[in-house]
């Protein structure tokens, strides 16, 4: 069974923290992506990750950096968190190509 | 640019009855087709999906229908239970690459 595990379930930051989400992935996926999930707007993507130290915008990379130093680790940063950055935050993982997206449980993130 | 339009965004049948949710796509290279169910709390989990070389797929209650020259594709629950109640997303592969565009969700609610 593919496990994809996120480092909190609940986060509560202030603004202008720096805050950090982990994903990692037990089933040596070349793929990874952080969404981010908001009623009425679907899973927006916010990076992908085809492979270690590769990456690719998504379409909502404003205000967010990502990290990919071993395969199975797929970190998302906000260097200085908003209001706006409030959501939920899912990560994923797949096989390379288009192919079944595994997700882990989310992050709820609240910034006060 | 590239974008998965679903409809409708909330659907409530009654127990036994069939749901229908359509999906219409942007992008003509688009090559994979799943559907995610979501129930409350938890995180997106694949039922079923369609590459382009396929027009029906069906497992039990579930079947996906695409047509790629209108670029939609239709998810049909028969017999709907009220365990089916949860959000679903369709998503379309960006091109043949592991990238998928999700549509806004459709909640479905199975009345007993």
């Known amino acids: 069974d593919v496990k994809v595990t996120q480092s909190s379930r609940y986060l509560v930051k202030r603004t202008g923290e720096k805050v950090f989400l982990e994903c990692v992935q037990d089933?040596?996926?070349?793929?990874m992506f952080w969404y981010r999930q908001d009623p009425g707007l679907g899973l927006r993507l916010i990076y992908f990750?085809?492979?270690?130290?590769?990456?690719e915008k998504g379409d909502i990379p404003e205000g967010y950096s990502v990290s990919r130093e071993k395969k199975e680790r797929f970190s998302l940063i906000l260097e200085s968190a908003s209001t706006n950055q409030t959501s939920m935050y899912l990560c994923?993982?797949?096989?390379?190509?288009?192919?079944?997206?595994?997700f882990g449980p989310g992050t709820r993130l609240t910034v006060t | 640019g590239e974008n998965v339009e679903q409809h409708p965004s909330t659907l409530s049948v009654q127990e036994g009855d069939s749901a229908v949710i359509k999906c219409t796509y942007s992008?003509?290279?688009?090559?994979?087709f799943p559907w995610y169910k979501q129930e409350l709390g938890k995180r997106p989990q694949l039922i079923i999906d369609?590459?382009?070389?396929?027009g029906e797929k069906k497992d039990q209650r579930i079947a996906v229908t695409l047509n790629k020259t209108a670029k939609h594709f239709s998810l049909h629950i028969t017999e709907t239970q009220p365990e089916d109640s949860a959000v679903y997303f369709c998503?379309?592969?960006?091109?043949?690459?592991?990238?998928?565009?999700f549509g806004q969700g459709t909640t479905l609610q199975v009345k007993p």
């Open positions: 994923a993982s797949s096989l390379q190509g288009p192919n079944e997206q595994y």
């Open positions: 089933m040596d996926h070349e793929n």
């Open positions: 990750s085809y492979d270690v130290k590769m990456k």
């Open positions: 992008d003509s290279a688009s090559n994979y």
């Open positions: 369609i590459r382009s070389n396929v």
């Open positions: 998503a379309a592969s960006k091109g043949n690459t592991g990238k998928l565009i």
